[in-house]
């Protein structure tokens, strides 16, 4: 008999003594325990039950300490690959996090488990009551009336013991309770219920209704209970009774929870028509995908110039070539179009990765690209980990964005991701940018990274007319508003001649510094320390960092006097003063606290481009991605420095700061 040895990532390990744990795997478990599965094992002096994952199977071990066995394995089939093993590792020494931790990044949160606990009371051993605390007689006078283990959460719950209680504990340890461990699925898997006929053969006395359903089920060979109710018109009894005959069986399939299922499979691919320039760039960058070495290369164009369709068109060759691509933007919420533009062309080959899908939807995606049911996968950071295994191309769009930067732990970078999954795969990664990172350009420059420039804007558009407007100079001409004259004529002029108009200040809520005129104390947040920012909606003052609020109030919390004065614009206040200004103007404020729920984005861009408004008053929301043809105008307020590049909204509009 083989003896083999698991070596494993733990769960909740300190960094510092933080390696992989061997583990003889027992003789039960030798078919089950391959690399990649999650397993249960004992940890610790304590021998407690902890969640870890099988990085390596060996013969050898490398501990020379007493072997623990490994208790059970959580999967049927591995969820990783070899080449996120090694991405583990990679992870763990260039991050300064646990190998564990690094298991999670590469692992949808829905598909995570949770150890559960379980209590129940020792049969026949005596008890003196006398000789228990308070605390441990309840939890035994409580157990001593179920016929089945008990979760220590609904044991603390139901006795009404506080969480951190440890009478559950050391009644085990002194052998009145046995505790059970088990690891329970956060997200479960969606199943529908399926209809379809058995072997046996129909009999003859079947109502009209039951001869409609076997009708159906003939025809299609297997139906969920509801479409087969819907089309036999008929009630789910009548199929139950199918069932209890032997006529018909039930059976369950696995589905998809989608939030794009409307999406429907192009009819036509459009062919892209590239100008002279995006066909000499889409040209070496196909060369170099083609070499077969992979490589980095920056695509740098101005904003409008077509890099999209650069990509898309070298998407194209990667999918006929049976290879797959991933695409990261820097705020999926923020580029709907771009989002549609993928769907429009490849229809349900792609998936989708974000935090605004539930942790169902984002479990079943990464399902669907780990069977090889899509080819592309487009999101945030977290699709560079989409678990492809023939990538070919990976397309970072806007790679200079600051949000490709994890500030949770583990911190990693996804360009540096993207770069070790590229050469593992020896797959291209292309940096796209009309303002790339000063490294990016600087490695471009010097040869270490392909170079590939767009300099002008595709269809022969200008760039933006640009204009620059002195508020101090407004200020002592009596204009005491957040607009210029300037802007506000501008503004003005587009709304009669049926334009729309984007308005960007990068600050939200109404106002944004709050003071006491009479001891000069600026209210902060007590946990962050920055100023405050009153929103008019809740009537309180926010920290946008954290979220900490108090109600609004004229009475310094300092010395108390009713002298607390509230200044500076946050994009309610601009709402309302261009309402003051433009009665006429049909206005619509776009920012994290009118776009709370899921696809408010997407709808009220959509309620935009329906020209159902005249101007969108915005933060950084309405500043990427955004591609409208009736938008002739943008002003940038309060900004000390320009956002050229950031507002691809027109291809020639008027810009004023």
Request: positive net charge; hydrophobic residues 40%.
């Amino acid at each position: 008999m083989s003896i083999l040895f698991a070596r494993v990532a733990v769960e909740n390990t300190a960094y510092h003594f933080d390696r992989t744990f061997d583990y003889l795997v027992p003789e039960a478990l030798l078919e089950q325990a391959k690399p990649g599965c999650r397993a249960l094992v004992p940890f610790g002096a304590g021998n407690s039950q902890r969640l870890a994952m099988i990085l390596e199977i060996s013969p050898e071990k490398k501990t020379q300490n007493e072997m623990k066995q490994v208790v059970a394995v959580l999967d049927e089939a591995p969820l990783l690959t070899s080449e996120a093993i090694s991405l583990v590792y990679w992870l763990k020494d260039r991050c300064f996090c646990t190998l564990f931790e690094a298991v999670k990044l590469l692992l949808p949160a829905g598909i995570n488990v949770r150890l559960k606990t379980e209590y129940t009371l020792v049969q026949g051993k005596a008890q003196e009551m006398e000789t228990f605390s308070v605390e441990e007689r309840t939890v035994l006078q409580y157990l001593a009336g179920c016929s089945r283990p008990v979760e220590r959460e609904k044991l603390l719950k139901a006795t009404g013991l506080p969480v951190e209680s440890t009478a559950p504990e050391k009644l085990f340890k002194r052998g009145f309770l046995q505790k059970t461990g088990a690891a329970v699925r956060q997200i479960k898997d969606a199943a529908q219920k399926m209809v379809r006929l058995t072997d046996e053969e129909p009999l003859s006395k079947l109502t009209p209704k039951q001869r409609a359903v076997c009708r159906i089920l003939q025809e299609a060979g297997s139906a969920s209970l509801k479409e087969v109710c819907y089309f036999a018109g008929v009630t789910p009894a009548v199929v139950n009774t199918l069932v209890t005959k032997g006529v018909a069986c039930y059976y369950e399939t696995e589905i998809y929870r989608n939030p794009y299922d409307q999406v429907q499979n192009p009819v036509v691919q459009q062919e892209l028509l590239l100008s002279d320039e995006q066909q000499s760039a889409y040209q070496h960058l196909l060369a170099q995908y083609r070499s077969g070495m992979g490589g980095v290369s920056l695509l740098f164009g101005v904003t409008g110039s077509g890099k999209t369709s650069v990509f898309m068109r070298l998407i194209d060759e990667v999918l006929a070539d049976g290879k797959q691509a991933i695409v990261m933007v820097p705020e999926i919420s923020l580029t709907p179009q771009s989002l549609a533009r993928f769907h429009q062309r490849y229809g349900r080959r792609v998936a989708v990765f974000h935090s605004g899908l539930s942790l169902s939807e984002r479990l079943d995606e990464w399902k669907r690209v780990r069977r090889g049911e899509v080819s592309i996968a487009v999101g945030t950071r977290s699709a560079v980990f989409a678990p492809f295994d023939h990538l070919g191309l990976v397309v970072m769009d806007e790679e200079q964005e600051h949000t490709y930067k994890s500030e949770s732990s583990p911190r990693y970078h996804a360009r540096d991701v993207a770069k070790f999954r590229c050469a593992y795969h020896k797959a291209l990664l292309v940096l796209a940018s009309a303002t790339p990172s000063i490294e990016s350009y600087y490695f471009a420059q010097v040869g270490r990274y392909t170079f590939n420039r767009l300099p002008s804007r595709y269809g022969g558009a200008r760039l933006p007319q640009v204009r620059f407007v002195d508020m101090n100079r407004e200020l002592e001409a009596g204009n005491e508003s957040i607009y210029s004259r300037a802007l506000l004529a501008e503004l003005e002029k587009n709304i009669k001649i049926h334009k729309q108009s984007i308005i960007l200040l990068n600050r939200r809520g109404y106002n944004t510094f709050v003071s006491c005129k009479s001891c000069g104390n600026v209210v902060t947040c007590p946990n962050c320390s920055i100023s405050l920012t009153y929103h008019a909606a809740n009537q309180r003052l926010m920290c946008h960092y954290c979220g900490y609020s108090v109600p609004f109030s004229t009475e310094c919390p300092t010395c108390h006097a009713d002298k607390v004065h509230y200044a500076g614009f946050g994009t309610q206040r601009a709402e309302q003063q261009l309402l003051e200004l433009l009665p006429e103007a049909r206005v619509l404020r776009l920012d994290t606290d009118v776009a709370m729920t899921r696809f408010a984005y997407e709808e009220k861009l959509q309620s935009f481009a329906r020209g159902e408004y005249d101007v969108i008053v915005g933060t950084q929301m309405v500043a990427k991605g955004l591609d409208f043809e009736n938008v002739t105008l943008v002003g940038v307020l309060s900004q000390t420095r320009p956002f050229m590049g950031m507002i691809s909204a027109a291809m020639s509009a008027r810009l004023i700061y």
